[in-house]
Nanobody, 125 residues
Framework: QVQLVESGGGLVQAGGSLRLSCAAS????????MAWFRQAPGKEREFVAG????????SYKDSVKGRFTITRDNAKNTVYLQMNSLKPEDTGVYYC??????????????????WGQGTQVTVSS
């Protein structure tokens, strides 16, 4: 049974930092590209950042470039999202997701076969 479990969300003031973690089990982690998506109330789920299966390439939503960093540790079956200089518009539920494709990092949800339950990030102004 595949499980992706996110942690590290919370309430932070604008300008602050959070580090999200996503621990994977039940799959060969290094076979999957991983990504973080987020969903704000009333909005569609959107791609935030992605990393290829061995970490040789990353991709980011334009609005988070230079502030967020995605990394992975295949020995620990974990992917991370370091979020700095947080803004109120970064508020939402953050989900990690796994994609078995070797076609690079896909920025759309349908390619991702496994999803975590999400962790809430709230940035106050």
């Amino acid at each position: 049974q595949v499980q992706l479990v996110e942690s590290g969300g919370g309430l932070v003031q604008a300008g602050g930092s959070l580090r999200l973690s996503c621990a994977a089990s039940g799959l060969t982690f290094s076979d999957y590209s991983m990504a973080w998506f987020r969903q704000a109330p009333g909005k569609e789920r959107e791609f935030v950042a992605g990393i290829t299966w061995i970490g040789h390439s990353t991709s980011y939503k334009d609005s988070v470039k230079g502030r967020f960093t995605i990394t992975r540790d295949n020995a620990k079956n974990t992917v991370y999202l370091q979020m700095n200089s947080l803004k109120p518009e970064d508020t939402g539920v953050y989900y990690c997701a796994a994609n078995p494709s070797r076609n690079g990092i896909e920025p759309y949800p349908p390619g991702y076969v496994y999803w975590g339950q999400g962790t809430q990030v709230t940035v106050s102004s």
